[in-house]
C-alpha cells in the first residue's frame, strides 16, 4: 500500500468533488444537446486553458517522435474510449447509475493488474476490491430490471471503464519521459481532434446554439474536468500503484449518486446508503497507512 503526500491528498479531494458533481452536470448538458457535441465544446475550451498553465509553468510541449506509439496507444485506452462511451452512454441512463458502471473502472484495473501484469494485491487491496464490488451491486440492486431495457447503454460504459483500467496501468508503466502536464495535453489534443470528426461525422445536422444553461455545463466540464481533473488524474495515477489511484477515487460515484439525487430528482433507496459505507471501507483500505509504514520514521 502507498501513503499519499498532503499534496496527493488535496489532488485527491478536489478531484472527488469536481468529477461527482460533474456527472449531473454532463447528464444535464446533453439532454436535449448533441452529446458528442457537447464533449467537443467542452475540449476545445479547456485544450487552450491546459497549454497556457504549460507556458506559465515552462513546461516543454515536445514528445519525441520515437514515443509517439506510445502517446497513440496510451490515448485510446485513457482517452477515446472513455470520453466518447461515456458522453453517448449517460443519455440512456440515469447520472449516478452511469457513475457507478463507470466507476467499475478499479475492479477492472485491479484484475487486469495481477493477471496481466503479474502485479502482486495485497489482502487487504483484495478487501478493498471486494467492497467496491459489492457497492456497485448494490447501487444497481433496482437498476438491473430498467438496465436490461438498455442495453447499449450498460455496455458503452462497461467498454469504456475496462478500457480506462488498461490505460491506467499501461500510463503506470510507461516510458515516455516528459512530465505528467506534458502528456496530459497531447492526450487531451489528440482526443479533441477524435471528438470533432466524431461530432462532424455523426452530429453535423444537429447542430444548434447552446443554452445559457448548456454553456454553463460546458464552461464546468472545459475548465473543471478538462484544464484540472483530468490532469489530476493522470498525475495520481502515475505516481500512485494502480490499485491506490482507482480505488481512492470510488468515492466520486457516490458524490455522482448524492448530487444527482438533489439536483434532477433521481430517487435514492437503501442500497445507495449502504454502498456509501462499502465505498468508505475501499477506500480506507488503500489510503489508511500500513502498521510497518506508519513504524518507518522519517528522515
Known amino acids: 500500500m502507498h501513503a499519499l503526500t498532503r499534496q496527493q491528498l488535496v489532488l485527491l479531494v478536489l478531484l472527488t468533488i469536481v468529477w461527482g458533481v460533474n456527472w ?31 507556458w506559465w509553468r515552462r513546461v516543454p510541449f515536445r514528445i519525441g517522435r520515437e514515443h509517439w506509439p506510445e502517446l497513440a496507444l496510451l490515448t485510446v485506452f485513457n482517452m477515446l474510449f472513455w470520453h466518447t ?10 447520472s449516478g447509475r452511469a457513475a457507478i458502471l463507470g466507476y467499475t473502472m478499479p475492479v ?19 478487501g478493498g476490491v471486494a467492497a467496491a464490488s459489492l ?4 447501487l444497481l440492486w433496482h437498476e438491473f430490471t430498467r438496465l436490461s431495457g438498455k442495453p447499449m447503454g450498460v455496455l458503452m460504459m462497461l ?28 492526450l487531451t489534443a489528440l482526443t479533441t481532434v477524435w471528438m470533432t470528426v466524431l461530432a462532424l461525422v455523426f452530429e453535423r445536422g444537429a447542430w444548434a446554439w447552446p443554452t445559457p444553461g448548456i454553456w454553463w455545463a460546458i464552461v464546468y466540464n472545459a475548465l ?3 484544464a484540472f481533473a483530468q490532469v489530476a488524474w493522470l498525475s495520481l495515477a502515475r505516481d ?14 457516490v458524490l455522482g449518486v448524492f448530487s444527482g439525487a438533489w439536483w434532477l430528482g433521481e430517487v435514492l433507496r437503501w442500497q445507495d446508503w449502504a454502498a456509501v ?6 477506500i480506507a483500505s488503500v489510503l489508511w497507512p500500513s502498521r510497518r509504514t506508519a513504524e518507518v520514521p522519517h528522515t
Open 277 to 282: 459505507a462499502l465505498v468508505m471501507v475501499a
Open 224 to 226: 473543471g474536468v478538462f
Open 85 to 94: 462511451l461515456a458522453i453517448l452512454a449517460i443519455q440512456t441512463l440515469s
Open 159 to 186: 467498454v469504456a471503464a475496462a478500457a480506462w483500467a488498461l490505460g491506467t496501468q499501461l500510463l503506470r508503466r510507461t516510458r515516455i519521459p516528459q512530465p505528467t502536464l506534458t502528456i496530459s495535453f497531447w
Open 24 to 54: 449531473p452536470i454532463m447528464k444535464f448538458g446533453v439532454t436535449g444537446f448533441p452529446p458528442l457535441t457537447f464533449r467537443t465544446i467542452c475540449m476545445w475550451i479547456g485544450l487552450p486553458v491546459l497549454g497556457l498553465f504549460l
Open 240 to 253: 500512485l500503484p494502480p490499485i491506490a489511484s482507482t480505488l481512492s477515487v470510488m468515492f466520486i460515484p
Open 135 to 138: 457497492g456497485v451491486l448494490l
Open 108 to 126: 477492472f484495473s485491479a484484475l487486469v493488474g495481477a493477471w496481466w501484469f503479474g502485479q502482486r494485491l495485497a489482502l487487504r487491496g483484495w
